[in-house]
């Protein structure tokens, strides 16, 4: 991971696309979010969706997901290059979470995110403050998911 002064506003990071098969919505929504149209084709049918929708927060699990098993990965490439890695603080939130449209058994989403702002922490020094707008977008190209996320960043001369 990047430290604060290494990221630059309207960076683009694509990590992953994930297919929703009817089984994944299905189990998903069993244990997270039993609603009727998340649970059998014929009810999804019958409804706004037009078919068997996966639960929006499935689509947010997948995402988050996808984020952490990429930032895993470009971790270790750093650490195989003998870089330097900046271990990340928490999150202290998002907003405008956006369910845009129904994610279907079988779409494929693709999941991407872009800085959108970043400043220093006038509270914790030793640390940025980065806002991204995470997005998944469709098989068709359409966006379908969509919040901004904040995350504390360290800085990379946090101690000087």
């Given at each position: 991971m990047r430290f604060f002064e290494d990221i630059e506003i309207g960076a683009k990071r694509e990590f992953g696309s994930f297919?929703?098969?009817?089984?994944?919505?299905?189990?998903f929504a069993a244990q997270f979010d039993p609603q009727r149209f998340h649970l059998d084709e014929e009810e999804g049918r019958k409804s706004l969706f037009g078919g068997l929708a996966?639960?929006?927060w499935h689509v947010a699990?997948?995402?988050?997901k996808l984020l952490v098993a990429d930032g895993?990965?470009?971790t270790t490439e750093a650490l195989a290059r003998g870089e330097k890695v900046?271990?990340?603080g928490p999150?202290?939130?998002?907003?405008?979470?956006r369910w845009?449209?129904?994610v279907l058994a079988g779409d494929i989403v693709s999941f991407s995110n872009q800085v959108e702002t970043k400043r220093t922490s006038e509270k914790r020094p030793g640390w940025g403050i980065?806002?991204?707008r995470n997005t998944g977008i469709n098989q068709r190209g359409e966006v379908v998911f969509s919040f901004l996320a904040t995350a504390f960043v360290p800085r990379r001369n946090a101690g000087s």
């Open positions: 297919t929703f098969t009817a089984d994944d919505i299905k189990r996966a639960s929006g699990a997948v995402c988050m895993k990965r470009l900046a271990v990340w999150s202290p939130g998002f907003r405008e979470l845009i449209r129904p980065l806002q991204a």
